[in-house]
Nanobody, 126 residues
Framework: QVQLVESGGGLVQAGGSLRLSCSASEGTFSIHAVGWFRQAPGKEREFVAT????????YYAESVKGRFTISRDNVKNTVYLQMNGLKPEDTAVYLC???????????????????WGQGTQVTVSS
């Protein structure tokens, strides 16, 4: 099991930026693919972005493509989500998740992940 801790959330005005971090508890983080998901009140959890274990492949939800960038630093056991051009509809709890990655695979369904963080709140005001 990998313990994940998200940070970097907060309150920002529409059009602003935030950078979320997902830090892992152990050095084997480099064998894990990582995904970011979000959940707004009363809504289903939705996929945001994912990155393969070596960082070579990424994939985004259409709703964030061109605005959000996922990256990772396996030396620091951390994955980042840079969020630019934030909109009120981006308001949600953002969660990171990890699963052992195979080859250059990434994963965009929540059922494929077996390690989850507690989440960090992102609120975008209009």
């Amino acid at each position: 099991q990998v313990q994940l801790v998200e940070s970097g959330g907060g309150l920002v005005q529409a059009g602003g930026s935030l950078r979320l971090s997902c830090s892992a508890s152990e050095g084997t983080f480099s064998i894990h693919a990582v995904g970011w998901f979000r959940q707004a009140p009363g809504k289903e959890r939705e996929f945001v972005a994912t990155i393969s274990k070596n960082g070579g492949r990424t994939y985004y939800a259409e709703s964030v493509k061109g605005r959000f960038t996922i990256s990772r630093d396996n030396v620091k056991n951390t994955v980042y989500l840079q969020m630019n051009g934030l909109k009120p509809e981006d308001t949600a709890v953002y969660l990171c998740a990890a699963t052992i990655g195979y080859g250059t695979n990434y994963y965009y369904t929540s059922s494929e992940y077996d390690n989850w963080g507690q989440g960090t709140q992102v609120t975008v005001s209009s």
